[in-house]
């Protein structure tokens, strides 16, 4: 029985962070690859991400909607073009995230009251 360790410089899953040349490479593909994958895509992650900014920006609000549906909406129509063609359908879902809170908003407004 030998006791065999694993030599310092073998980093195994980190690879992918020790041989980046620039920042976003980092973000992009060890990152954002690693988080997508995680949920089940990109349209999944944007979805879960912007849900959580409706949540937060709900609650800080106490309760209003104006503030988390503008936000969600313009957040999302910013990341649009500043990301990679890969990651669009994570911003689209944010726009539709806000969307939807929109049109809740408006129907619990002057529908449902």
Known sequence: MTNESAAPDD?????CFTGVERPSDLFYDCIMADMTGAVGGEAMFGLLAGGLI?????LAGDGDM???TVTTILLGSVMVPALPPQ???MAYA???VGIAAAIIGLAGRYILE
């Open 87 to 89: 990651y669009t359908q």
């Open 94 to 96: 944010i726009v539709v």
């Open 11 to 15: 980093l195994g899953s980190l690879s």
């Open 54 to 58: 409706m949540l937060v920006l709900y």
């Open 66 to 68: 104006a503030v988390p």
